[in-house]
């Protein structure tokens, strides 16, 4: 009797060693991730060890910089991706283009793609969606129930006097880029209180320097890379253009990271509640 028990014993043992190796196999060891919210994302559910390569756009958190680049999210080429042999990649739902991705699923590299992030309201499944892809549904169980606290203290910041705010920004030397409605920039005002001064269009447009400088909004909105490209708050207020706007002259200047601006991750919360705690003591000193 106890032989039979002792041979069943091992069998069990044996087989559940037999099945480890295919267990391990499903999770994926090689991660490129595409887009700044979604490398965030990965190395928020603790997988960052994984990830191989990124996209250009992806900035944070400090480790990413000195991973190889894949190129910009919405022009990945496929030979650069493959040669990386990556298992799994994860992506932004504006990565492209669409051939391409294909491409690499023809290929036996998983693809998975994350709901839009232009809206805080879906940072939870797509925390979801990336921890299912990554076999870390635990961590993801926490990161949402921080992210969920994370958003619905928001709603206890918002200022109550609803300033305008404009949103500008400075890529390369083309016109400064405004922000219109369905953006993650206006997303952002409407979290923190405020009112879009450039609600009358959808998505990111260049603004003429006429425009910037007939603009009366209480504050503007500028990207810290922006900031730190003119050389901090002085050299916003001398630069020939931003330099115009009745806030930037003011001082009434908030900043956000262009990594949110790209999408909303899991940092983003706390960075808008930073903000808008800046906005309501500002608001404070002026009363």
């Known amino acids: 009797m106890m032989h039979s028990i002792f041979r069943f014993t091992l069998a069990v043992i044996g087989l559940f060693g037999l099945c480890l190796p295919a267990f391990a196999d499903d999770v994926p060891r090689r991660v490129i991730t595409v887009g700044a919210p979604a490398t965030e994302i990965v190395f928020a559910l603790g997988a960052g060890n994984d990830v191989i390569a990124t996209d250009t756009t992806s900035t944070r958190p400090d480790p990413v910089s000195s991973l190889p680049k894949v190129g910009y999210m919405r022009q990945l080429a496929s030979e650069g991706i493959v040669s990386l042999k990556p298992d799994l990649v994860v992506a932004v739902e504006k990565a492209g283009p669409d051939p391409v991705l294909q491409e690499l699923a023809d290929l036996g590299i998983k693809i998975v793609k994350l709901p839009s992030l232009d809206q805080m309201g879906n940072l939870p499944d797509a925390i979801t969606i990336a921890a299912d892809s990554l076999g870390r549904q635990d961590q993801a169980t926490l990161l949402?129930?921080?992210?969920?606290?994370?958003?619905?203290?928001?709603?206890?910041?918002?200022?109550?006097?609803?300033?305008?705010?404009?949103?500008?920004?400075?890529?390369?030397?083309?016109?400064?880029?405004?922000?219109?409605?369905?953006?993650?920039?206006?997303?952002?005002?409407?979290?923190?209180?405020?009112?879009?001064?450039?609600?009358?269009?959808?998505?990111?447009?260049?603004?003429?320097?006429?425009?910037?400088?007939?603009?009366?909004?209480?504050?503007?909105?500028?990207?810290?890379?922006?900031?730190?490209?003119?050389?901090?708050?002085?050299?916003?207020?001398?630069?020939?253009?931003?330099?115009?706007?009745?806030?930037?002259?003011?001082?009434?200047?908030?900043?956000?990271?262009?990594?949110?601006?790209?999408?909303?991750?899991?940092?983003?919360?706390?960075?808008?509640?930073a903000m808008a705690t800046s906005l309501h003591q500002q608001s404070q000193l002026e009363q």
Do not use: C, W
């Open 144 to 273: 949402n129930a921080q992210i969920k606290s994370d958003i619905a203290s928001l709603a206890n910041l918002a200022t109550e006097n609803h300033p305008s705010i404009v949103f500008l920004m400075v890529v390369g030397h083309g016109k400064p880029l405004a922000a219109g409605n369905k953006t993650t920039a206006a997303e952002i005002i409407d979290l923190i209180g405020g009112r879009n001064t450039m609600a009358a269009f959808d998505g990111f447009k260049p603004v003429s320097s006429e425009i910037i400088a007939a603009d009366t909004s209480d504050y503007v909105l500028i990207t810290q890379s922006t900031i730190d490209q003119l050389g901090g708050i002085e050299g916003l207020k001398t630069h020939p253009v931003l330099g115009l706007n009745k806030a930037v002259a003011n001082g009434h200047v908030l900043t956000v990271s262009s990594s949110t601006i790209l999408g909303f991750g899991p940092s983003s919360a706390s960075e808008i509640r």
